[in-house]
């Protein structure tokens, strides 16, 4: 019991004056405050569980962050693998008012073919060697810049370059095959 006592004033002597700047930072990753505000909920009970492994005296606000960006990356990849869902009471009504109407063979066209590119872009960056697939996501998906990612990987900016521009050449190496077929390229 003693041994529990210790280690929660010591995680809240090293932790607990971080929350503020944790919390702006979820706050940037998210830009919504109920989100950030569950991904610092995740990253205080994932920090108080692992805390046995944090290195007291050394950065804990850094350490704090790469949890934070670990967890807001594995989150991002959990919902952006689930299917978008929709209550069908919200839009039955505009469901009934289009239904009769006609669709255009092209807009289906297009609409499937866009599904199956956004498959081949999934399946593309799922190839990626982690490193090089976190910031074409944060920078490409996300819309993050340079600084925000060398910040949120704690990392160099010049790093982030080199990482973002080769793995945007592995994802064009990747789809060269499938824009090929789809008569996408000259060759």
């Not at 590119?117 to 190839?127: F, G, K, P, V």
């Amino acid at each position: 019991m003693r041994d529990t006592k210790k280690k929660q004033q010591e995680f809240n002597e090293e932790i607990i004056p971080h929350m503020d700047v944790l919390y702006n930072f979820a706050l940037r990753l998210t830009t919504d405050p109920n989100d950030a505000e569950d991904l610092v909920q995740d990253t205080i009970v994932k920090a108080f569980r692992f805390f046995s492994s944090y290195e007291k005296g050394t950065n804990a606000k850094a350490w704090l962050f790469r949890i934070l960006k670990n967890s807001f990356i594995n989150n991002y990849r959990k919902v952006s693998k689930r299917p978008q869902e929709v209550d069908f009471d919200e839009v039955s009504t505009y469901y009934e008012s289009v239904r009769a109407e006609r669709t255009e063979t092209s807009d289906l066209e297009r609409l499937m073919f866009r599904e199956l590119m956004d498959d081949e872009l999934s399946i593309a960056l799922s190839r990626l060697p982690e490193d090089f697939r976190t910031v074409v996501l944060l920078c490409d998906v996300e819309g993050y810049t340079y600084e925000e990612i060398a910040n949120m990987l704690d990392v160099p900016i010049g790093t982030i370059r080199s990482r973002l521009h080769r793995g945007r050449n592995l994802l064009k190496t990747e789809l060269l095959e499938y824009a090929k077929k789809r008569g996408y390229t000259g060759d």
